[in-house]
């Protein structure tokens, strides 16, 4: 087979993650799996570098560290506030999650929205070079792709979305729907987790915008005919299941053994987020507790749980609301010597916790929404093949479709939680292992470097773009 120089990859997105080492460490999947393609293209990834600055200038912040080029521009206050606060996680996010009643709709959000993307595509359209391939990614930036097209730009432009994609219903109580959806058809390539999201997507472009569908996942609007894919994201599992037995893993693992002091464990591990569903999580464990006395200190549940997004009043309220009822569940079943709930609001390196997962009999990841939660597949891969612990996944995770061999509930019933608990405790060892084995087929096959090629590669095969009018 004839190899073909991969074109250069521009990747933007809303949070950059310059790599401090060649593998994982304290780094997210996602990053490190995007910094390798960047490292075999020699590409660059551009986006907000989290900080503020006073006027925006369009000064890029050029790096070059492990062999990853990152360029990262600086927002105003003002544009931070409406832009990442306002509309991506004040309006869309919780609406894509669909919690219309958490969404706000403020037009001083939209305007932010529009000119931070305008500025984006300002500052990063001088970057790209003719035959680069362009590589948007999640809801911070749909509309800009149409901005880059605004500015001349006639690379191939791929959008991929983290998060789902809403039910038409819900998405036409976004005032600018029609807007969005429209500038969505500025992309060649259009990739979502899961193919309820991809479903989702289709419904809206056939009701609301008459499109027409093509073979090959093609969709046509106003003469614009993008290809719209389910894409799932995966781990770097290779990655994952070596460092769950690195040194770091092995000793945090040897330590929880000996904390957990003969006890069952049960984790949780999410960034503090409504759309996480921790408050159904707990109040499903404290049934659980409560129908199950015998098995009052013989497990404990702990929960990991970084804030995020903490000037936004929702992210607030979720915690307090988190703070108060770990109290309450523990002060009702607590005694002396053992805590139900260890609650723990700090993040932690990705090898630390690899050896948290092999040392959980247990992972709970109950989200009651997710664009696809790889939590869930990195708790599998970290998993001791001769004696793994069971997954117990949400149906509304994106990861439940592919991950059918988790026990799958329904994450808004206690007693559905608490069912699944006692069925992950007493279930044997050959099932445990039959299951995982299933399992861990699903997550070497469709690893992040699978999704990559599978998305890059859908977009080498678009065709160049044409010329604008005019
Ligand atoms: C989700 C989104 C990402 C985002 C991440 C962390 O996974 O899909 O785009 O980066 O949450 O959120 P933050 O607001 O801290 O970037």
Redesign the pocket.
């Known amino acids: 087979m004839e190899l073909r120089p991969m074109s250069r990859l521009v990747i933007i997105?809303?949070?950059v993650s310059v790599p401090t080492s060649d593998v994982g460490g304290a780094q997210g999947g996602l990053s490190v799996a995007l910094a390798a393609a960047l490292r075999e293209s020699t590409g660059i990834w551009f986006g907000w570098s989290g900080e503020e600055t006073a006027h925006f200038s369009g000064h890029i912040n050029f790096q070059r560290n492990f062999g990853v080029t990152t360029a990262t521009i600086d927002l105003e206050a003002q544009d931070i506030d409406e832009y990442?606060n306002g509309y991506a996680?004040r309006t869309l996010w919780p609406l894509f999650h669909y919690r219309v009643d958490l969404a706000e709709f403020e037009r001083g959000f939209a305007g932010g929205y529009e000119r931070v993307n305008a500025r984006f595509a300002d500052t990063v359209a001088p970057l790209i070079e003719a035959e680069d391939l362009v590589w948007v990614?999640?809801?911070?930036l749909i509309p800009l792709g149409q901005k880059l097209r605004e500015r001349g730009c006639r690379n191939r432009i791929g959008f991929f979305l983290?998060?789902p994609w809403p039910p038409t219903p819900l998405l036409l109580s976004l005032p600018s729907h029609r807007e969005l959806v429209q500038s969505v058809f500025a992309y060649d390539v259009v990739g979502f987790q899961t193919l309820d999201s991809l479903e989702a997507f289709r419904d809206y472009a056939r009701v609301q915008l008459d499109a027409e569908f093509g073979e090959d996942g093609s969709v046509t609007h106003e003469g614009r005919t993008i290809r719209a894919i389910a894409c799932p994201i995966g781990i770097d599992t290779a990655e994952f299941r070596a460092s769950a037995t690195s040194e770091v893993a092995l000793g945090v693992f040897e330590r929880m053994r000996l904390s957990a002091n003969g006890r069952t464990m049960i984790i949780g591990v999410d960034?503090l987020d409504y759309s996480k569903g921790l408050e159904e999580r707990f109040l499903g464990y404290e049934r659980f507790l409560g129908s199950h006395p015998d098995q009052h200190g013989a497990v404990f549940l702990l929960q990991i749980a970084p804030p995020?997004?903490a000037d936004v009043q929702s992210y607030q309220e979720i915690r307090a609301h988190l703070d108060a009822l770990s109290g309450r569940i523990n002060g009702e079943f607590a005694d002396a010597e053992w805590v139900p709930i260890r609650y723990v609001n700090k993040g932690h390196r990705r090898d630390q916790l690899a050896g948290m997962y092999r040392a959980a009999r247990i992972g709970l990841v109950t989200p009651l929404r997710d664009?696809m939660n790889l939590v869930a597949k990195e708790y599998v891969a970290a998993q001791d093949p001769a004696d793994p612990g069971v997954l117990i996944l949400s149906r509304f995770a994106g990861a439940a479709e592919q991950l059918v061999d988790a026990l799958l509930i329904n994450p808004h019933s206690p007693e559905d939680m608490a069912d699944a608990i006692a069925t992950a405790l007493a279930m044997p060892l050959a099932e445990r292992i039959a299951r995982w084995r299933r399992l861990m087929d699903n997550i070497e096959a469709e690893d992040v470097i699978w999704w990559r090629r599978r998305f890059t590669e859908a977009l080498e095969a678009a065709r160049p773009h044409p010329l604008p009018p005019g």
Not at 137 to 140: F, L
Request: charged residues 25%.
């Open positions: 997105s809303n949070r990442y996680n990614h999640d809801y911070h983290h998060i960034r995020s997004r664009g």
